[in-house]
């Protein structure tokens, strides 16, 4: 699998996870993302907003929905290095590199082809460091977005 965010405007692709690269290669460019193996912390969610309303003299109420469509992704990936201080210089500007909003791509790639699927305006809620180990590291990402999921480029 790989997934990738590009900001608005941009042609510049950031790599959040790529699978088919095993270890991140010395001299990689942090600028522009790094690979890593996505793992079993992938938790797309979708929420929408239902108005719950109690009706006159009425013992239940009723819903109605309001289409306020809020899809997000939480997923991880595990990095690993090829030496301490290239690790070391991921985990301290990585942060910082990441586009705040753009489109993420998926790219799921089996043996019947690739499948794509994208999620435009998907904006960076939250990325924590949850394990660092020698030159292994592990990421977290929760990425929102106000719109759904769609199988062509935006």
């Known amino acids: ?81 090829t030496s301490r201080s290239l690790a070391f210089s991921f985990l301290s500007s990585h942060a910082d590199l990441i586009p705040v909003i753009g489109t993420l791509t998926e790219l799921n790639v089996a043996s019947t082809g690739r499948t794509p699927r994208y999620l435009p305006n998907a904006m960076l809620e939250d990325m924590e460091t949850i394990e660092d180990k020698g030159l292994t590291n592990v990421v977290r990402y929760l990425f929102w977005a106000p719109n759904p999921w769609q199988s062509t480029a935006p």
């Open 1 to 81: 699998m790989q997934i990738t965010l590009t900001p608005p405007g941009g042609t510049q692709v950031f790599t959040l996870g790529d699978d088919t690269v095993k270890i991140v290669p010395a001299g990689q460019n942090f600028a522009n993302g790094a690979p890593g193996s996505v793992n079993d912390g992938y938790l797309p969610k979708q929420t929408r907003l239902v108005q719950k309303s109690a009706i006159v003299r009425g013992a239940y109420k009723i819903g109605f929905p309001r289409y306020n469509l809020e899809n997000s992704l939480t997923f991880e990936v595990t990095r690993t290095f």
